[in-house]
């Protein structure tokens, strides 16, 4: 059998691995049932409909010709350096300077990432996805997240 689309062949085969991990990592959690689903129910169905995506990206970059066999380009260490960079720092920064302050930061750093960064785009992103976080998560969800620095004791 020959692999007709690379790219398609290495996201099927990362879809697998990640869906088979994150099912076999909900299986150290409760299930509980339909009615009263336990913390385990919803990764391991994520988990193994995840993997059943997978395996049809893989059947297809099995059977489905490419003109040129899609081969897997260079990796791109910028933007994936950046990116998780950001993930890493969101995590440190938002206990000590909570949701105002941590996500400009990181949605200014995240688009750095990109080849067409501009500096008013990033803000109006920044201030967008401030007010929306907290309207989602600290209005409407009631979660304990740091709005404000720690030093202001807000």
Not at 5 to 31: D, P, R, W, Y
Not at 32 to 60: I, W
Not at 106 to 128: I, K, P, T, Y
Request: proline fraction near 6%.
């Amino acid at each position: 059998m020959r692999i007709k689309s690379q790219t398609e062949f290495g996201a099927g085969l990362m879809f697998v691995g990640l869906g088979l991990a994150f099912a076999l990592g909900a299986t150290n959690f409760s299930f509980g049932s339909s009615a009263s689903p336990g913390a385990g129910y919803f990764p391991f169905g994520l988990g193994v409909v995840l993997a059943l995506l997978g395996g049809v990206v893989l059947f297809q970059s099995l059977t489905l010709e490419t003109p040129d066999g899609c081969p897997i380009g260079a990796i791109a260490w910028k933007p994936l350096l950046v990116v998780v960079g950001s993930v890493v720092l969101f995590g440190l920064a938002l206990p000590r300077l909570g949701l105002v302050a941590t996500l400009p930061l990181v949605v200014a750093l995240a688009s750095l990432a990109g080849d067409e960064f501009r500096w008013q785009e990033a803000a109006l992103n920044a201030v967008a996805l401030t007010a929306l976080c907290w309207v989602v998560f600290v209005w409407a969800l009631k979660l304990t997240i740091p709005v404000w620095p720690s030093f202001i004791g807000a």
